[in-house]
Structures are given as C-alpha cells and as structure tokens.
Nanobody, 122 residues
Framework: QVQLVESGGGLVQPGGSLRLSCAVS????????VAWFRQAPGKQRELVAV???????NYSDSVKGRFTISRDNAKNAVWLQMNSLKVEDTAVYYC????????????????WGKGTLVTVSS
C-alpha cells in the first residue's frame, strides 16, 4: 500500500520558519519525482516546489528564495524548509509523487498525501 504522510505543519508568526516532512512508503521512492502543493481556503491548489529523481529542483515564483525542497532516498523522505513565512503562505500543504516529473508538475501525480495545515498569523 502506497502512503505519503505529511507532518510539520502548525501555527507560526510572519517571518518565521517551518520544516515540513513527507514520509513515503510502498513505492520505489528513488525513481519518483516528488512535489509540494498547497491549497489555501477558497483558492485552487498550486504547485510550490518539485524535486526530480535526480535531485533537480524547481520552485514557484511566490516561494523562490524562501523555500527549499530536499530529499533523502535512503530515508524515503522529502522535506520543505520554509523561511520568511508570509500570511499568504497559509494553506494546507500536500506532497505528491509520481515516476514522471511532468505528471507531478501537472498536478496529476499518482500518489498524494492527506496534507498538513500551515497557518501564518500574528
């Protein structure tokens, strides 16, 4: 059974930091691209960051320079380090995995977690 389990969300003040984790099981993790998406209340889901099986990364313009995605194939895990958080970063954050990077980026990945809530508020 494939499982993606996100953790690390919570309440943080503007300017603060959080580190999200995504633990993956049930697939050959090393050959999968993994992405973080987020969905704010009343808004469409958006791609935040993606990391390919080879370690290449891409970020949305809204988080570039503030967020860092990383992976450890030995631990079957992906992280999203979020710094200089803004109120507009408030959302449920999801990780998604698929053998094809293009599928992940398109938002049609085969495997999804249930999400973790990040709230940025003073």
């Amino acid at each position: 059974q494939v499982q993606l389990v996100e953790s690390g969300g919570g309440l943080v003040q503007p300017g603060g930091s959080l580190r999200l984790s995504c633990a993956v099981s049930g697939i050959v993790f090393s050959v999968n691209a993994v992405a973080w998406f987020r969905q704010a209340p009343g808004k469409q889901r958006e791609l935040v960051a993606v990391i390919g099986s080879g370690g290449g990364t891409n970020y949305s313009d809204s988080v570039k320079g503030r967020f860092t995605i990383s992976r450890d194939n030995a631990k079957n895990a992906v992280w999203l380090q979020m710094n200089s958080l803004k109120v507009e970063d408030t959302a449920v954050y999801y990780c998604a995995a698929d053998p094809w990077s293009s599928t992940v980026v398109a938002g049609t990945a085969a495997y999804w977690g249930k999400g973790t809530l990040v709230t940025v508020s003073s």
